[in-house]
């Protein structure tokens, strides 16, 4: 199996390296390539993991990408058609959103607090070790499971992250928008 990794260059999500550390197999995108580019090497492998900042419309291209026009998203509603059939993986904030309008299959993240803001926004008045925690734990757990499919993944990462929501509200947050398709 190729696993094609998109994660965009950004140091708040650095924490998410781990999880592509022991992938098979793989081809890892950060930025300086097109678009068009990037859904070449979409159609050209079988599993494709995202990862980084987003919301419904898609994965933020946060200023990583080379077009003719500033790219607000790198992954977006363009990339349906390639990404339908495969066995994914998408990890930002309101990815199940986005899985869920285009039906398209995997392992996703809904609302995923990993930084003091978020957890502001969400009336969480947490240390900055308590996010760390929960980023550290979830990175670590889908690293461990990274190379199955994605129903291991789901199953792993709510088994082991779920036992550190037991005491992490911040984990607890996130475990429960965490699903599959």
Request: charge should be negative.
């Amino acid at each position: 199996m190729k696993t094609l990794i998109i994660h965009p260059t950004d140091a708040s999500t650095d924490f998410l390296k781990p999880i592509y550390k022991n992938v098979l197999n793989s081809t890892l995108i950060t930025g300086d390539i097109t678009k068009a580019e990037l859904l070449q090497l979409v159609h050209e492998h079988d599993r494709i993991m995202m990862m980084g900042h987003g919301s419904p419309e898609g994965l933020f291209a946060v200023g990583q990408f080379e077009d003719e026009e500033q790219l607000s998203y790198i992954v977006d509603h363009s990339f349906v058609p390639a990404l339908k059939n495969k066995d994914n993986i998408f990890i930002w904030c309101h990815a199940n959103k986005f899985v869920e309008t285009h039906q398209l299959n995997g392992f996703f993240s809904g609302m995923f607090i990993s930084e003091l803001p978020e957890a502001w926004m969400y009336d969480y008045d947490v240390k900055e070790e308590i996010i760390n925690e929960s980023n550290d734990k979830f990175s670590e757990i889908v690293s461990e499971h990274a190379n199955y499919s994605s129903d291991i993944i789901y199953h792993n990462v709510i088994k082991f992250y779920g036992e550190l929501a037991a005491i992490n509200p911040i984990a607890r947050f996130n475990v429960e928008k965490i699903s599959r398709m």
